[in-house]
C-alpha cells in the first residue's frame, strides 16, 4: 500500500500535465488568499483613516481652544503684573497700605469677573513672603494663607516667564485634595525677579470643549496629559486604565496613529501634543465594532479557498483515474519483455517513446542545417585567436569535419577590391548577400575537385580554406581560386582579390596558414586589382622597416594644409609616396604610414561631414597604391583651399586661436569662459562664432580634441586609465570612460587592448614563412 502511494505521488510530480494541474490549483490558491487578505488590510486602513481623521481634527480644536483659554489668561496675567497697585504692593516699605491693599483687590475682582474660566487671582512677594489675593485679600506672611504652598514654583520658573501645571490643594474642612490647574508668571522689576502672578482656573469651563459629542457611536476615551504624561482631564464612554494610555504613548512614540492590542481588544490611537503647552491631547477607540463585518469578509475568503484547494485535489485524483488507464495496454505490448520493467514509471511510455524519435530526428536535421555555421565559426575563432588550444581544436575538428583527412590544407584570404568605392556603390543592406554570393561562387565552382568550407571575416574579408580531393592537384589552389575569381566581375560588377597560403600538413597549422594568406593579401597594394597573391611569390621579401621621419612628414603636412598652402602640402605627400613606390616599402610599414596620414587628415578636418563611408585603414587597405594616393590628395586639397578661404577672415582667426588654446591646455580644467576670454571676446560670442566656424561647440570640439589625445596615450604609453584621464582634464576616471565611450563606441581598456592586439598580430604577421616556423 505504501509503495503504491509512493508511486503514485511520484507521478503526480513528474508528470507535466498533473504538476501543471497542482501549481494551478495553489497559484488560486493563493490568490484568494491574496485578495481576501488585502481586502481585509485595505478596508482595515481606509476605516481607520476615515475614523482617526475627525478624532483627530476634534483633539486640534480642543487642543486650540484650551490654548486660547491659556493664552487670554497669560495676558490677564502680563496685565496684572503691569498695574500699579502691585508696583506699589511689592516696593512700598509699608506694604500693608489699607488704600494700596483695597484697590488692588478690587482691581484683581474686576479681571476675573470679566472671565468666567478663572476662579482666583493671587499675588506672591518674593522678598516679604506676602500674599493678596482675589477674593481671600492680603495676608501678610504666606504662612497665614490656606492656599500657599504653590509658591515653591519661583525655582521652576527661573528659565521660563509663565508656566501652567496642575496642583493638588487641601479642601477646607474635609481634608481632602482638590486638582488645580494653575497659571503662573513671574514679575520682573529693574530686571530681578520680585514676585509671582497665579491665576486658578474654573477647571469644568477650562475643558468645557472637551466635551463636543463624538463623529460616531463607537466607544473611545480622550485624555489630556501634562508634559510629564500625568492626566489632567479624560472623558469617554470606553474604560481604559492608566497602564493601557502607558502602553500607547509608548507605542506611538511620536507618531500621529497607531493601533495595537490590549487584554485581547484591538484598539485604536490618535494623538496631538500643544506647541504651547507642550500637553498631549490622546484619544483612545476601540475597533472591536468597527472591523466585525470586514472580519467576517476576510473569513469567508478563506473558507472559499480552500473550497479552491479542496477542487483542485478532486481534478488531480479524477485526472489519475483517466491517466493510468494505459498501464494495462503498456503491459500487454510489453508482455514478452522482462516485467520488471512493466511499472507505474512506464504510463507515458508510448507519447515518450514517440517525442523521443521526433526529437532525435528533429536534432539530425538541426545538426546537419548548422553544421557549416558551426564549421566557419570555427575557422574565425582560430582567425581571431578566441581559440587557441590545441585539445579543443582538435576535438572540434573531428566534430565538424568528418568528410576532411589529414591531407595538406591551404588557406585563400579573399578581399573586396577598393572597399570605399564597394560600399558607396552598393546599398548597406545588401552587403551580406552579395558576399554570400561570392562563398557560393567559390563553392559551386571548386567543389568536384576540392573541399571548400568558407567563413565570412566581416568588411571586405572572406576566408576560404581548401583541400584537394586529388593529390595532383595540391599546387594548384592558386590557380583554382584564380579561376573561381575571374567570374565575379561578369556575375557581380565588382572585384575581388586574395591571397593564398602554402600547404601545411593538419588542421593544428591553420593559424599559420591564415597569417601568410594575409601577407600576401596585403602586397595587393602594389600588384593590383583582380589578383590572386600566392604566399611563396612574396615570403623572400623584406621585412617592414620603421620610418623615423614619418612625425616630421605628418607635422609638416598639418602645418602647410592648415597654412592653406595645397601645392605644398602636396608636395610633402608626393614625396612619400614616391619613396614607397620606388623602394617597394612592406605593405605594413606602407599601412602604418597611411594610418598616421588619415589619422592627421581627421584631425585637421574634425568635426566637418563626409560621404560615403569615410576615410577608413579598413578601406585603404583595399585599394591599389595609386588609388590611395588620389584618395588622400582630393583630401588634402579640399581641407587647404577651406583653410585658405578661412585665413583673412577674423572669425576664422579667433577660432584658431581659441582651439590653439584648447589644444595647450588639454590637461587643465578650463571652462568656454577661459577660452573666450584668451581669444579677447564675450562667452555668448565665442559660442557663436565657434559654431558658425567650425560646425561644433566649443565644449565638444575641446571634448574631441582630449579624446584624440587620449588615443595616442592609450596606444603608445602605458600609463593607467586614471593617469591617461588626468592628462586630459578629467579629476575623476569613470567621467572619463564615460565620455569616452560616448565618443569611441568602446571603453579606453578595450580600445587598447584591441589596438595593441592588432600591432602585434600584424607584427607576427609580417614574418616570414622559415621565421614563423
Not at 18 to 23: A, D, E, G, S, V
Request: proline share 2%; charged share 25%.
Amino acid at each position: 500500500m505504501t509503495r503504491s502511494f509512493l508511486k503514485w505521488l511520484k507521478f503526480n510530480f513528474t508528470n507535466s500535465q498533473t504538476r501543471l494541474l497542482l501549481i494551478l490549483t495553489i497559484i488560486v490558491f493563493m490568490i484568494i488568499i491574496a485578495v481576501g487578505m488585502t481586502t481585509y488590510y485595505s478596508a482595515k486602513s481606509v476605516l481607520q483613516q476615515e475614523l482617526s481623521e475627525p478624532q483627530h481634527q476634534m483633539l486640534l480644536i480642543s487642543m486650540n481652544d484650551i490654548d486660547e483659554v491659556i493664552q487670554e489668561s497669560d495676558k490677564i496675567a502680563v496685565k496684572i503684573a503691569l498695574n500699579s497697585n502691585v508696583y506699589k504692593f511689592l516696593t512700598n516699605e509699608e506694604q500693608g497700605s489699607y488704600r494700596n491693599i483695597t484697590e488692588l483687590v478690587q482691581f484683581l475682582g474686576t479681571i476675573i469677573s470679566s472671565t468666567s474660566y478663572i476662579k482666583s487671582a493671587y499675588i506672591y512677594d518674593m522678598e516679604r513672603d506676602s500674599i493678596v489675593a482675589f477674593p481671600q485679600g492680603y495676608s501678610s506672611n504666606k504662612l497665614n494663607f490656606l492656599d500657599s504652598g504653590w509658591v515653591g514654583v519661583a525655582a521652576e520658573l527661573e528659565d521660563r516667564p509663565m508656566l501652567v501645571k496642575q496642583r493638588e490643594i487641601a479642601a477646607a474642612g474635609s481634608g481632602k485634595s482638590v486638582s488645580h490647574i494653575t497659571l503662573y508668571r513671574k514679575i520682573m522689576l529693574a530686571g530681578q525677579p520680585k514676585g509671582i502672578i497665579a491665576i486658578n482656573f474654573k477647571t469644568e469651563q477650562m475643558f468645557r470643549h472637551m466635551l463636543l459629542s463624538s463623529v460616531s457611536d463607537l466607544d473611545s476615551h480622550r485624555f489630556i496629559l501634562d508634559n510629564n504624561n500625568n492626566p489632567l482631564y479624560d472623558l469617554g464612554n470606553y474604560a481604559v486604565g492608566e497602564d493601557a494610555v502607558a502602553q500607547v504613548l509608548t507605542q506611538l512614540e511620536g507618531e500621529k496613529l497607531g493601533e495595537f492590542n490590549h487584554e485581547g481588544k484591538l484598539l485604536l490611537a490618535t494623538q496631538t501634543i500643544s506647541p504651547y503647552t507642550g500637553w498631549r491631547y490622546l484619544s483612545v477607540i476601540s475597533q472591536e465594532s468597527l472591523l466585525a463585518n470586514a472580519q467576517k469578509i476576510r473569513d469567508i475568503v478563506f473558507v472559499v479557498s480552500l473550497l479552491a484547494l479542496g477542487a483542485g485535489t478532486v481534478a488531480i485524483s479524477f485526472y489519475n483515474t483517466a491517466a493510468f488507464r494505459p498501464v494495462r495496454r503498456m503491459r500487454q505490448l510489453l508482455s514478452g519483455y522482462d516485467r520488471e520493467w512493466i511499472n507505474l514509471e512506464l504510463i507515458d511510455l508510448e507519447k515518450i517513446t514517440g517525442q523521443l524519435l521526433t526529437d532525435h530526428a528533429q536534432q539530425a536535421i538541426n545538426l546537419r542545417q548548422t553544421l557549416p555555421e558551426a564549421s566557419s565559426k570555427f575557422l574565425m575563432d582560430i582567425y581571431t585567436g578566441n581559440m587557441t588550444g590545441n585539445r579543443e581544436i582538435g576535438e572540434k575538428w573531428s566534430r565538424y569535419f568528418k568528410d576532411w583527412n589529414d591531407e595538406p590544407l591551404a588557406v585563400a584570404i579573399l578581399s573586396i577590391d577598393d572597399y570605399q568605392a564597394w560600399c558607396e556603390k552598393f546599398k548597406k543592406s545588401d552587403h551580406s548577400l552579395l558576399k554570400f554570393a561570392i562563398a557560393n561562387i567559390i563553392a559551386e565552382l571548386l567543389s568536384g575537385q576540392w573541399r571548400v568550407l568558407s567563413a565570412d571575416l566581416g568588411r571586405d574579408r572572406m576566408l576560404v580554406m581548401l583541400q584537394p580531393l586529388d593529390l595532383s592537384r595540391a599546387s594548384l589552389a592558386a590557380l583554382a581560386i584564380g579561376e573561381a575569381l575571374s567570374g565575379i566581375p561578369h556575375l557581380l560588377k565588382f572585384q575581388v582579390s586574395a591571397g593564398v597560403s602554402e600547404y601545411h600538413e593538419g588542421f593544428m597549422r591553420l593559424h599559420q596558414a591564415m597569417l601568410e594568406a594575409e601577407i600576401a593579401l596585403d602586397y595587393r597594394l602594389y600588384l593590383g586589382y583582380e589578383r590572386v597573391i600566392p604566399y611563396e611569390e612574396i615570403s623572400s621579401n623584406p621585412l617592414p622597416e620603421s620610418t623615423a621621419e614619418e612625425h616630421e612628414v605628418m607635422v609638416k603636412l598639418t602645418e602647410t594644409i592648415e597654412a592653406g598652402n595645397g601645392d605644398e602640402a602636396l608636395k610633402v605627400l608626393n614625396h612619400m609616396f614616391i619613396r614607397i613606390r620606388d623602394e617597394k616599402w612592406h605593405p605594413s610599414s606602407v599601412q602604418t604610414f597611411m594610418e598616421s596620414v588619415v589619422m592627421t587628415l581627421e584631425r585637421i578636418r574634425l568635426n566637418r561631414e563626409t560621404n560615403g563611408c569615410g576615410i577608413e585603414m579598413s578601406g585603404l587597405r583595399t585599394m591599389h597604391l595609386e588609388a590611395v594616393w588620389y584618395l588622400l590628395k582630393k583630401q588634402v586639397e579640399t581641407l587647404a583651399e577651406w583653410f585658405g578661404s578661412q585665413q583673412l577672415r577674423k572669425d576664422f582667426v579667433l577660432c584658431q586661436q581659441m582651439i590653439a588654446f584648447m589644444n595647450n591646455h588639454l590637461e587643465d580644467s578650463v571652462g568656454i569662459q577661459e577660452i573666450a576670454e584668451h581669444a579677447g571676446i564675450s562667452t555668448s560670442l565665442a559660442s557663436q562664432l565657434f559654431k558658425q566656424e567650425m560646425n561644433d561647440t566649443i565644449h565638444g570640439y575641446f571634448t574631441k580634441l582630449r579624446m584624440e589625445q587620449a588615443c595616442k596615450l592609450l596606444l603608445d604609453t602605458d600609463y593607467r586609465i586614471s593617469e591617461i584621464a588626468s592628462m586630459v582634464g578629467y579629476q575623476h576616471e569613470n567621467s572619463f570612460i564615460r565620455v569616452y565611450r560616448k565618443y569611441k563606441d568602446v571603453t579606453p581598456g578595450k580600445y587598447r587592448e584591441m589596438m595593441r592586439s592588432r600591432r602585434d598580430s600584424l607584427s607576427e604577421s609580417e614574418l616570414p614563412y622559415d621565421r614563423l616556423m
